[in-house]
């Protein structure tokens, strides 16, 4: 079954602090996966999108990671703001029209 | 939010009545989409549309319909309410299906 798992489900920490946002995902076959970043009352904006050949990219303080033999991403923020403080999603896309969404992880950066 | 509006922003119905979502772009792109969103499931495809008058299923597409009469809008629509529809709703629009897709700011609606 295609999924895409999520982990912290939560997250809180300290402003400045660095912190990882996981995403494992068991879609085959594999076309790109995308970070996106979701405010609170607004709609999900994209920050990455990898393929199956990329291991990193980069978005300002966002630097995502591509497992893609053991299919896991990861996204680093660096330095974390205040307004980083949001719902960060996993979106899988196999090949096809099909979109496997991750459940997200929520990201509090606190003074 | 990428020349993407969502209309009504907010909507409180009754269960039983019809209720129709207009999303507008300006973007002049080919694909939207209609998702919602609740707690616990994440984002989940309603259905979308590939060009005027093309549309497709989802993944959870019952008790909703949709029509594209012209590229920049696209209506969902709740046949007959239920509580179960109580969700937040978001438009979305990409150039491909294999292109970064941009989401409208969404519409809140409460069937009561």
């Known amino acids: 079954k295609n999924q895409v798992e999520q982990s912290p489900q939560s997250l809180i920490i300290l402003e400045g602090k660095n912190c990882t946002l996981q995403?494992?995902?068991?879609?085959?076959?594999?076309?790109?996966l995308r970070w996106y970043k979701q405010d609170t009352g607004r709609g999900p904006v994209s920050l990455t999108i990898m393929t199956f050949s990329e291991n990193t990219k980069s978005n300002g303080r966002y630097t995502a990671t591509l497992d893609a033999d053991t299919k896991q991403s990861s996204l680093h923020i660096t330095a974390s703001q205040l307004s980083d403080s949001a719902s960060y999603i996993c979106v899988v896309r196999a090949t096809g029209n099909q979109f496997y969404f991750g459940t997200g992880t929520s990201l509090t950066v606190i003074p | 939010d990428a020349g993407i509006t969502q209309s009504p922003r907010h909507k409180v119905t009754e269960t039983g009545t019809p209720v129709t979502l207009r999303c507008h772009q300006t973007?002049?792109?080919?694909?939207m989409y209609w998702y919602r969103q609740d707690p616990g499931h994440g984002l989940r495809l309603i259905h979308y549309s590939y060009g005027v008058k093309d549309t497709d299923k989802g993944e959870v597409s019952d008790g909703y319909s949709v029509s594209r009469s012209k590229t920049e809008d696209f209506l969902l629509t709740l046949e007959s309410a239920t509580s179960s529809q109580t969700s937040v709703y978001f438009c979305a629009i990409s150039e491909s299906f294999q292109e970064t897709q941009y989401f409208g700011p969404g519409t809140r609606l409460l069937v009561l």
């Open positions: 995403c494992n995902y068991t879609v085959s076959p594999f076309s790109n």
């Open positions: 973007e002049n792109h080919r694909y």
